[in-house]
């Protein structure tokens, strides 16, 4: 079945930029639980050496990291130094806020656990419902990163709520604590990797695991033997997170390693020769699909109906880590190999071929309209039977975008 949604000139949100996170890599991970793991022992530090008191320390923590999120939104890319601080005082101001709910507002950890999974959810729901992604490898508006950084913090804040709950519950030990939520990041990692996990829900759910984790490292190493930590203190133990981060984000800056640069597509063949000067420049995708005789038929239809170019996109379908791209194209080469000739001949001209690096489909398809001219596009979509958590309503996202489309679901 085919349809076709005409509308006006694509609509773009917010102020452009390069994108503003780090890639997914170990580095993150590492540095993110060391933020958390300093979140937890510098709220300590702050409340109790220094004598601020919860609320004080609470407004202090807040107006820096105001002033740091300032800086992060004032640069157009992803710069690590800012990026990192804004993450170690949002994961100081997340811990505070629960901390405040339950010492000096009497909320239980039960209710703080709910609120804070509910309105996690939602910020969730409205990023999504404006944006039509969760993907981080987009947060390329002033608008997308304002919904990702509202979304860390509530992490942060869930994170501290729910250890919390489970450490008071189940009054377990704290490297305990650390083997249970590092245990569940390692069975989210499976799920994804062996089970076809989306990518973006395993990467948020991991987000939200590594708060309590790094606070059971934290309370582990700063906490006195006495009540089962190993007594170094909220002092030592922060400054030696911090030296550790401060390592680490110099090596990235240095080496730009997490720098998750414009994506990459490799062409396959040349392009067309002569095509005429009213000819629709047309980009054809197939959404984890080969092309099937329904995509087929799309192409040879529009061929019919006057001049077109086609360029034809594959997203790369290798499972990737964490929605991450992947060098390995090798099962988008071969899809590309067996359905170009079918296309070519529908078309009745050569096609422009490409495999993007990324295995996000509305990823793939913003960032050639990006890189290109293009008036129309066709879509190829997996039968109903194949849904994609988050990924599941392409055609709903793509005209979004503004572009005459037409959808095909994938045939046999």
Known sequence: MTDTALTGTRRLTGRQMLNKVPEITLFFWVVKVLCTTVGETAADYLNDHLGLGLTNTTWVMAGLLVLVLV????????????????????????????????????????VSTVVFALVLAATFAIWFASERTLSIHTIVTSRREGFYWLAVLFTFALGTAAGDLVAERLSIGYWQSALIFGGLIAIVYAAHRRFAMNA?????????????????????????????????????????????ILAVVALLTATKLDRIENRLVTEHV????????????????????????????????????????????????????????????????????????ALQQAAGTEIEARVATSPNTYDDITAELDSGSYHELIIETPPPHLPH??????????????????TVTASH
């Open 389 to 406: 958590w988050l990924h599941a309503d392409l055609r709903a996202r793509v005209e979004h975008l503004g572009y005459p489309l037409t």
């Open 270 to 341: 040349a392009r067309p020769g002569a095509i005429p000067g009213d000819a629709r420049r047309i980009l054809v995708v197939t959404d984890k699909t080969t092309a099937t005789p329904a995509l087929v038929d799309a192409v040879r239809k529009r061929a019919n109906e006057g001049p077109a170019e086609f360029v034809f996109l594959i997203p790369n379908p290798t499972e990737t880590a964490f929605d991450r791209g992947s060098a390995d194209l090798t099962q988008a080469e071969h899809l590309l190999s067996a359905a170009l000739p």
């Open 71 to 110: 800086a992060q939104f004032a640069y157009t890319r992803y710069a690590p130094g800012v990026y990192w601080l804004a993450v170690v005082l949002i994961s100081v101001v997340g811990t505070l806020i629960t901390d405040n709910l339950t010492d000096n507002f009497g909320v239980s950890l039960v």
């Open 200 to 244: 973006i829900l395993a990467f948020w759910i991991a987000y939200v695991l590594t708060r309590p984790l790094g606070a059971s490292i934290g309370d582990f190493l700063s906490q006195p033997r006495d009540d089962g930590g190993l007594g170094l203190g909220t002092t030592v133990t922060s400054v030696i997170f911090l030296a550790i």
